[in-house]
């Protein structure tokens, strides 16, 4: 996944349906949701996925109201139109991103 600003994300959300992983790093939950959202990119490789190091884009949190960490925000037509907490497991995440994303 690439490693997105905030500005690359609103620009990123405009143009098509994209999904933002946001974590931190030393969060361990974060880190076992990295590892599912690193396989749901390969099953997805046509969706723009990205993700964000929430130390350094503080104001995303308060502008989408993130409530914890891990969170995977889903986007359409330029919109968050869905915030995830609970990464239950790959086949969850990746019916849940097929759906939103295609939608």
């Known amino acids: 996944m690439e490693q997105w600003t905030k500005q ?3 620009k990123n959300m405009t143009t098509d349906n994209v ?3 946001v974590y931190t790093p030393m969060c361990g939950t974060c880190q076992v949701a990295s590892k599912m959202m690193n396989v749901i990119e390969q ?3 046509q969706h723009a996925i990205g993700k964000m190091d929430l130390n350094y884009e503080e104001q ?3 502008d989408y109201e993130i409530e914890s960490v891990p969170c995977l ?3 359409n037509s330029g919109k968050v139109t869905k915030k ?3 990464f239950q ?3 969850y995440l ?3 991103m097929k759906n939103e994303l295609t939608g």
Do not use: H, W
Request: net charge negative; aromatic share 16%; hydrophobic share 55%.
């Open 94 to 96: 990746y019916e849940l």
């Open 89 to 91: 497991s790959v086949p």
């Open 60 to 62: 995303v949190a308060r």
């Open 8 to 10: 690359q994300f609103e």
């Open 84 to 86: 995830v907490y609970a």
């Open 43 to 45: 099953l997805l490789p």
């Open 19 to 21: 999904a933002l992983y």
């Open 73 to 75: 925000l889903l986007t």
